[in-house]
């Protein structure tokens, strides 16, 4: 059974950073395309990061440069450092395996910075 458990969540002043941490079970990170996406009330979902299969990583305009995606395989668990938080950056964020259309979900992480 594939499991992916978010934590890391919280409240925080704008300009300040938060460190979210997706920790897998059932599959192996280093196998599958890893993403985090967002949700903020009355918008669509979106991706933020993800890393790709064949290296390298990607990142949505919005946080390139702020946002940085990595993993740890001995630990099968993701990472998003989150830094210069922004008002706008306020989400449900939620960790992704193996793609949008078909992947995994975790439950979600609620994100929210005070202007």
């Known amino acids: 059974q594939v499991q992916l458990v978010e934590s890391g969540g919280g409240l925080v002043q704008s300009g300040g950073s938060l460190r979210l941490s997706c920790a897998a079970s059932?599959?192996?990170?280093?196998?599958?395309?890893m993403g985090w996406y967002r949700q903020a009330p009355g918008n669509k979902r979106e991706l933020v990061a993800r890393i790709l299969l064949r290296d390298g990583t990607q990142y949505s305009d919005s946080v390139k440069g702020r946002f940085t995606i990595s993993s740890d395989n001995a630990k099968n668990t993701v990472y998003l450092q989150m830094n210069s938080l922004k008002f706008e950056d306020t989400a449900l964020y939620y960790c992704n395996a193996g793609g949008e259309e078909r992947g995994y979900w975790g439950q979600g992480t609620q994100v929210t910075v005070s202007s």
């Open positions: 059932g599959l192996r990170v280093s196998r599958f395309a």
